[in-house]
């Protein structure tokens, strides 16, 4: 009955922009805490970034000036602008969402950064 919609992943070269969109739906309790999550080849799923429903927000230090995240409680969406953006931002980035009750993840969405 969850589901957690991702878009806006692709293929972006050295110095360029994507915005990541993913959506929550189907949860029963209020979405607290939501954010973006990543795994590039051969390494462990890292925090990118994450953000509350209060808008408290943290970031990995390796992307912090460079992306932003964002969320629509209304629609229990949340986003991540990624500006110039390089090779090792390369992964599979997933969304994540929790209420008190759960911890859910999406599909993940690929991001490729060409140098």
């Known amino acids: 009955q969850v589901q957690l919609v991702e878009s806006g992943g692709g293929l972006v070269q050295t110095g360029g922009s994507l915005r990541l969109s993913c959506a929550a739906s189907?949860?029963?309790?209020?979405?607290?805490?939501m954010g973006w999550y990543r795994q590039a080849a051969g390494k462990q799923r890292e925090l990118v970034a994450i953000?509350?429903?209060?808008?408290?927000?943290n970031y990995a230090d390796s992307v912090k000036g460079r992306f932003a995240i964002s969320r629509d409680n209304a629609k229990n969406t949340v986003y991540l602008q990624m500006n110039s953006l390089q090779p090792e931002d390369t992964a599979v980035y997933y969304c994540?969402?929790?209420?008190?009750?759960?911890?859910?993840w999406g599909q993940g969405t690929q991001v490729t950064v060409s140098s």
């Open positions: 189907g949860m029963r309790f209020r979405i607290n805490t």
């Open positions: 994540n969402a929790e209420s008190i009750v759960a911890h859910y």
């Open positions: 953000i509350t429903s209060f808008g408290s927000t």
